[in-house]
């Protein structure tokens, strides 16, 4: 079975197994709003894909404002 971090996050949650808060975003806004729904003064931003190494392709970034998930948002979403 292919599923996403964030499909097996919600799978987790709905069988009380505690997973970190996070946000599906499927465009740059939403990553925006996203960030700011959860108001943590460092955040990730992922890609989420069904392939090994998406860290070793830039597609895991460590980000301290919201400027900076615009910004890799655009990036990866471009």
């Known amino acids: ?3 996403h971090e964030y499909q097996a ?6 069988f009380g197994v505690p ?5 599906a975003a499927f465009t740059v806004e ?4 996203a960030a700011r729904d959860l108001a ?3 955040l990730v931003v992922k890609a ?9 392709a830039g597609g895991v970034k460590v980000v301290k404002s919201v400027d900076e998930v615009k910004k ?5 979403l471009g």
């Not at 996050?9 to 709905?14: G, M």
């Not at 997973?19 to 946000?23: E, L, N």
Request: hydrophobic residues 35%; proline residues 6%; without cysteine.
């Open 1 to 3: 079975m292919n599923i």
């Open 9 to 14: 996050k919600a799978v987790l949650r709905e």
């Open 19 to 23: 997973v970190p808060r996070g946000h």
């Open 30 to 33: 939403e990553a925006v709003k």
């Open 40 to 42: 943590t003064p460092v």
């Open 48 to 56: 989420q894909i069904h392939a090994g190494g998406r860290g070793k």
């Open 72 to 76: 890799e948002a655009e990036r990866l």
